[in-house]
């Protein structure tokens, strides 16, 4: 049977591609004697004709692959483009190092750990860039016999 016909004035009213017009197979000799718009309208209302899903991307592997990164995943060395600097710029680094510095060394001159001469010493060299991290600072003043090593735990 032949429902060529049919088939693209239900495309035309349903608005899509003929090859998205599903046709009921148990009623396909209803569907042929329909030859007006008004008779494939009426199919169309009986549900006997319909228009199939379109068929989309799936976002399912992105949605995945984006949860990988939330989590730090895929940051390996194939994974990188730009160079160190444009991934966390020097700045952004050197305020990282410095703040957490600079915090400890505020926390041992309030508690009265080591004197405001010390304190500001230390804040120059600080700044200077001598000391690679919190750790850094505290080690060198306990070798230094500035801090006691009960004391550090400030």
């Given at each position: 049977?032949?429902?060529?016909?049919?088939?693209?004035?239900?495309a035309q009213l349903l608005?899509?591609?003929?090859?998205?017009?599903?046709?009921?197979?148990?009623?396909?000799?209803?569907?042929?004697?329909?030859?007006?718009?008004?008779?494939?309208?009426?199919?169309?209302?009986?549900?006997?004709?319909?228009?199939?899903?379109?068929?989309?991307?799936?976002?399912?592997?992105?949605?995945?692959?984006?949860?990988?990164?939330?989590?730090?995943?895929?940051?390996?060395?194939?994974?990188?483009?730009?160079?160190?600097?444009?991934?966390?710029?020097?700045?952004?680094?050197?305020?990282?190092?410095?703040?957490?510095?600079?915090?400890?060394?505020?926390?041992?001159?309030?508690?009265?750990?080591?004197?405001?001469?010390?304190?500001?010493?230390?804040?120059?060299?600080?700044?200077?860039?001598?000391?690679?991290?919190?750790?850094?600072?505290?080690?060198?003043?306990?070798?230094?016999?500035?801090?006691?090593?009960?004391?550090?735990?400030?």
């Open positions: 049977m032949d429902l060529r016909n049919q088939r693209r004035l239900a608005k899509c591609g003929v090859h998205r017009v599903w046709m009921d197979p148990d009623n396909l000799e209803e569907i042929e004697k329909a030859v007006t718009r008004r008779d494939i309208k009426n199919l169309i209302k009986q549900g006997l004709i319909k228009a199939r899903k379109k068929k989309g991307i799936s976002r399912a592997r992105i949605k995945k692959r984006l949860m990988q990164k939330k989590k730090g995943r895929r940051r390996g060395h194939g994974s990188r483009k730009g160079k160190a600097t444009a991934r966390l710029p020097k700045k952004r680094r050197w305020i990282k190092t410095i703040r957490p510095i600079r915090a400890y060394l505020r926390e041992l001159r309030d508690k009265g750990l080591i004197d405001r001469k010390t304190y500001r010493l230390y804040y120059r060299r600080a700044k200077g860039g001598q000391f690679k991290d919190k750790a850094h600072v505290k080690l060198h003043l306990i070798t230094e016999g500035l801090l006691k090593e009960a004391e550090n735990e400030a």
